[in-house]
Structure formats: structure tokens, C-alpha cells
């Protein structure tokens, strides 16, 4: 987990100063949002692979089944929006992300409720 974890302060540190001190826009197009990235290092397998470490895998070395579940739906959305939406895959893939939402809120909800002991009034 603190792979996962150096990934993600890696992916974050890299994009705030990125945005921080390069230029990026966003344009409506074919009724979604490009982005346009004028970052450092635009391979976007250096850019992409912290990132996905951080968000889609991390769920898959969870102890927690239900969160091992959400791996699988966060995977697939995103190669799904890789390959037919390669052009708008931020904006895209942030609307699927916005869909498994609930089911993390679902799982939150879950963990309390599995977590709660009734009190016991006498």
C-alpha cells in the first residue's frame, strides 16, 4: 500500500505543479471536454501509470472484498473509455468516476453498518 500510496503523492505532486506552470485548456467538442496539456513528460504512460496505480489498482490489494469489487468496475471503465474515447479520456473516464461514487458510498455505508453495535439500554 505505500507503493500505491508514493504513486499517488507522485501523480499528485506532478500535476499540481504542472498546472501550476504550464499551460492547459479545455474545449466542449463532439459534446465532451478535451483537455489540452501542455505538461512536461506528455508520454502518457509516465503521466498515466502513478495515476492508475493511486486510483484503479490500489482497490485490488484492499483486504476489504467489497473494495477489491470496485477495482474491477474502475479497470474496465477506464480501458473502455482508452479505447473508444481516447481523445476526451479525462472528462470521460471522471464520468464513470462520478457513477462508481455511489458504489464506494455504498461500501462506506456498509463498513458502518457492520461496524455498529446495537446500545443496550437497561
Do not use: D
Request: proline share 4%; net charge positive.
Amino acid at each position: 500500500m505505500f507503493g500505491l500510496l508514493g504513486a499517488g503523492i507522485l501523480a499528485a505532486l506532478y500535476l499540481g505543479y504542472s498546472l501550476l506552470n504550464f499551460k492547459a485548456s479545455a474545449i466542449i467538442e463532439e459534446h465532451h471536454i478535451r483537455y489540452s496539456l501542455e505538461f512536461p513528460f506528455q508520454s502518457k504512460l509516465l503521466r498515466g501509470i502513478p495515476y492508475m496505480l493511486a486510483t484503479a489498482i490500489s482497490p485490488f490489494v484492499s483486504s476489504n472484498k467489497l473494495l477489491k469489487l470496485l477495482g474491477w468496475p474502475l479497470v474496465v471503465s477506464y480501458i473502455f473509455t482508452a479505447i473508444f474515447y481516447t481523445h476526451y479520456l479525462t472528462s470521460v473516464w471522471c464520468f464513470f468516476g462520478s457513477i462508481l461514487s455511489m458504489m464506494i458510498l455504498f461500501i462506506i455505508v456498509k463498513l458502518n453498518s457492520n461496524n455498529l453495535k446495537p446500545i443496550a439500554i437497561s
